[in-house]
């Protein structure tokens, strides 16, 4: 197992690999068949595209974040991401990832502020993409595809027999990389604004991967096969994916969203990253599943459900463990084999987890592993424990080893550490308006407490303030009536109103059943979000948890939805985050709809 150095890059898991290789380092399928890359293989590609880049001229020029050469990629997850990545690494050049979504006018913005000189292409569609804007880009100078593609340069191109002087010179650039030196700039997708370039340092990346690599610490080394289905442009996966490469995992990549779930079954993965949007999912599927189930075994369902409702990590009676017992044998065990059979934990983040998701996961023998962090931050700042010691629902878990954090008097949470950025690229401004003294700040509001624990309240730019002075955080309010089965999305409006209202999209997935079950007739969703029926049954399920909350922050309003907001849409980012901004720009009208008579409404319903 790897341990923490002072001066390590991120390029060196490979000699931690070359101690203990794995005859499946790297995996993907390949014509419907898995393919494996041994250490060995993906060594031997990684130095030939390292060196071929050498050749193409590209370098780390200067050595400062402007003169060093920008590599693009624009690919999904598979073995050759992280070969180009390690390639580009070790050149001293910078890699440049984008989203595979990312639209054209976006690549071309970025590719031109990067002066990007050679890119990495996965697939047609992407080729085509790119090629459409290739002529406005006068810094690109080649374009390399990973799939074989008519007419078009192939990265196998590169890949090349070499020398021994070859090697010894790439290795003597290499020994000169320091673990201060820039080796990524990403963009981040933001919910507002132009995309920034985040220019993050080997030490950044690699204290993140070191200490968040002991959460996993736990796993035996002969269970650590790791799933992958996330963009790993994203900080989040790349850097779980370096965890991965410096502590003795293998990593499969599925071949696309669409086949996660039978990937799944055959990789038989100990651990995968996720976004709460894919647990919901996935917990919407066991959900309908459920529901198909008749007589005892709708009973027996329905109750493992009420058990794990009542999961504790802080002790349990002897009761409720054998009860627990009962339900894992008959029950959650099914769950577990839905996905692999073997998955001990999965890692959560680039958005708030609901917390009856993390119980009732967890209850099953699928550990929730919430973390928090940002792009800039590496982004790890703090994250749960496969510990149980270590770990809280409701929380982003206690502060990674070396991460610093404060709040400001304000609640923003203030983070600084080895695993901060050094600034965006080519935005000093804006980089000096997020450091300030050391301390990055992140935009989010939260509260740390005695065992430095960390909670995430709100987002700072999201809260808003009522007509009546109050200010409103829309972020709880939306994760707990995400709860609910009926709620598949939801934002709260109401910045300059006299109360707070919510569009919300359901989930059609457990509306249709009920429908069924109450005798409405099957009809068009357009036509299901006016039933005056489904309206009562919504506006019930909104009355059962506005007690909960203040009356300012209760839902008086709200709104059904007939379509479910996606990435390629507009309405999410690459990560799902909301993009609360054109959300509301979209459905301006039923905003203004729901406020249409508040003049009639009390003065001040917050009072």
């Known amino acids: 197992m790897a341990t923490a150095e002072k001066a390590l890059r991120l390029f060196d898991c490979m000699a931690v690999q070359a101690k203990e290789p794995r005859p499946d380092l790297l995996n993907a399928k390949v014509n419907g068949v898995w393919q494996s890359y041994s250490t060995q293989q993906v060594h031997d590609m990684v130095y030939q595209l390292a060196i071929a880049l050498l050749k193409y001229g590209i370098s780390q020029g200067d050595g400062t974040a402007e003169g060093r050469d920008k590599v693009g990629l624009i690919s999904s997850g598979r073995p050759e991401w992280i070969i180009t990545d390690l390639a580009v690494q070790q050149t001293g050049a910078v890699l440049v990832p984008l989203y595979p979504n990312t639209n054209a006018k976006e690549i071309e913005q970025i590719l031109i502020e990067a002066e990007v000189k050679i890119m990495f292409i996965s697939n047609r569609e992407l080729y085509d993409k790119v090629s459409s804007i290739r002529n406005n880009i006068p810094s690109l100078k080649a374009i390399y595809t990973f799939d074989q593609l008519q007419d078009c340069a192939n990265w196998t191109e590169l890949l090349k027999p070499i020398t021994a002087d070859e090697k010894k010179n790439l290795q003597d650039i290499s020994d000169k990389i320091g673990e201060n ?73 599925a071949e ?34 459920g529901k198909k189930l008749s007589g005892i075994k709708s009973k027996i369902f329905l109750w493992s459900i009420k058990i794990a409702d009542h999961f504790d990590l802080n002790g349990k009676s002897a009761w409720y463990k054998f009860i627990h017992g009962i339900a894992d044998k008959l029950v959650y065990s ?71 954090v404060k709040i400001a008097e304000d609640g923003e949470i203030l983070c600084k550490g080895p695993n901060v950025m ?57 994760n707990k009536m995400k709860e609910n089965y009926f709620i598949e999305q939801m934002m709260v409006v109401g910045a300059g109103r006299k109360f707070a209202s919510a ?46 909350f203040n009356r300012v922050e209760q839902i008086k309003r709200f709104v059904i939805l007939p379509d479910e907001w996606t990435v390629d849409t507009g309405e999410l980012t690459p990560t799902g985050k ?6 509301t720009e979209k459905y301006n009208a039923e905003i203004e709809e729901m406020y249409a008579d508040q003049a009639d409404l009390t003065a001040n319903p917050d009072k």
């Open 334 to 404: 099914k769950w577990r084999a839905a996905l692999g059979g073997n998955v001990k934990a999965i890692v959560v983040g680039s958005s708030a987890c609901p917390i009856r998701l993390e119980r009732i996961f967890t209850a099953a023998g699928i550990v929730i592993l919430e973390g928090y962090g940002l792009t800039e931050t590496s982004p790890v700042i703090s994250v749960n424990n496969y510990n149980p010691e270590k770990r809280r629902f409701g929380t982003v878990g206690p502060l990674l080893r070396d991460v610093q």
């Open 503 to 548: 569009l919300i999209v359901p989930s059609y997935a457990n509306l249709v059943p009920w429908c069924k079950k109450n005798h409405i007739p099957d009809m068009a969703k357009e036509e299901m979000v006016k039933d005056s029926r489904i309206i009562a049954m919504y506006q019930s399920i909104l009355e059962g948890f506005n007690p909960e």
């Open 181 to 253: 030196d820039i080796t990524t700039i990403i963009y981040t997708s933001g919910t507002t604004g132009r995309p920034k370039g985040v220019m993050l340092t080997h030490k950044n990346i690699v204290s993140n991967a070191m200490a968040s690599g002991d959460v996993l610490a736990q796993i035996p080394i002969e269970e650590r096969r790791a799933f992958s289905f996330l963009p790993v442009n994203h900080i989040f996966e790349k850097m779980c994916s370096y965890i991965y490469l410096f502590f003795g995992f293998s990593i499969y990549y």
């Open 578 to 583: 909301m993009r609360r901004k054109i959300i």
């Open 256 to 289: 696309s969203m669409d086949t996660i779930g039978p990937n799944i079954k055959e990789v038989q993965p100990y651990i995968f990253t996720a976004v709460p949007r894919v647990l919901e999912k996935v917990f919407e599927k066991i959900i309908a599943e």
């Open 422 to 478: 050094p600034g965006y690229y080519k935005n000093p401004e804006l980089t000096a308006e997020v450091l300030q003294d050391g301390w990055f700040h992140t935009g989010d509001i939260g509260e740390l407490d005695k065992d430095s624990f960390l909670k995430i309240t709100d987002r700072k730019k999201e809260i808003f303030k009522t007509s009546g002075g109050k200010y409103v955080a829309p972020l709880p309010i939306e």
